[in-house]
């Protein structure tokens, strides 16, 4: 993906864009500027800008109901041209849908194609998930996560998981306590919404995927994970990854 295919106001980077969350390799800025995006090698500008367009749109949908967001897949390694900016939001109890509905609409009045809300979930759900991961592959993209808002938060979700630390030691920050289990809230609003919602979602990607059968693009094929408190992605390729232990072909940590 290049700067013009994600669009020149997207792209366009102010202060905020430049936080500490997401550390550069970039090397010494020459004279003639001192841009660190503009002046890093190829690889890394083409990352950094996918990351100022992921925080640019975090800011846009940033609410007391979402406690973290951050980007995940291949942006968090090293992407390549065509890419998504996918990303994994999570919400507080009984908020998923509403906050889910919202950053729909969002991705759509930011008019970036190239963002993909590829895992989102709510405090229990994201409990579920890391409690329950054991492989090699989501233990990677656990750890590679580049948090835009709530990383202290993602922290004590990652010490929930089993795996992250077996493979990463390296990733383990000392003093930090899990997270507890979080509170049951009683949402109806919520419940009627991931009804409605779910049923789209589902249709949707029926028809996604019957264009990708008829292309011959079985590897896109994907299965849409829809619960009340979960909802994502699970790609063909990604499950044949996931079951064969092995990290993908662009999982090199950086």
Not at 16 to 31: C, F, K, L, N, Q
Request: with cysteine.
């Amino acid at each position: 993906m290049t700067a013009e295919s994600v669009g020149a106001e997207a792209l366009r980077i102010d202060p905020r864009d430049r936080g500490t969350e997401a550390p550069r390799t970039d090397p010494m800025p020459s004279a003639a500027s001192t841009d660190p995006i503009e002046n890093a090698p190829g690889a890394d500008r083409l990352r950094e800008q996918m990351i100022a367009v992921a925080r640019r749109f975090s800011d846009r949908i940033a609410s007391d109901d979402i406690v973290f967001i951050g980007v995940c897949g291949s942006v968090s390694y090293t992407p390549n041209p065509g890419d998504d900016i996918d990303l994994v939001i999570v919400c507080r109890n009984g908020t998923l849908w509403r906050s889910l509905l919202r950053c729909f609409f969002a991705q759509r009045r930011a008019k970036v194609p190239e963002l993909c809300l590829s895992l989102t979930m709510d405090e229990d759900g994201a409990c579920r998930l890391f409690d329950a991961s054991h492989d090699y592959l989501t233990a990677s993209d656990a750890a590679h996560v580049i948090p835009l808002r709530g990383g202290d938060w993602y922290e004590r979700l990652l010490r929930r998981s089993p795996s992250v630390f077996e493979y990463f030691p390296e990733r383990r920050v000392p003093g930090v306590e899990p997270l507890p289990d979080p509170r049951a809230v009683r949402a109806p609003l919520d419940a009627a919404l991931f009804f409605l919602t779910a049923a789209y979602l589902e249709a949707k990607a029926l028809v996604k995927n019957h264009q990708y059968r008829r292309r011959g693009w079985r590897e896109r094929v994907f299965r849409t994970v829809v619960s009340p408190h979960q909802f994502w992605f699970d790609s063909e390729r990604y499950r044949q990854l996931r079951m064969a232990g092995r990290p993908a072909p662009a999982a090199v940590p950086r």
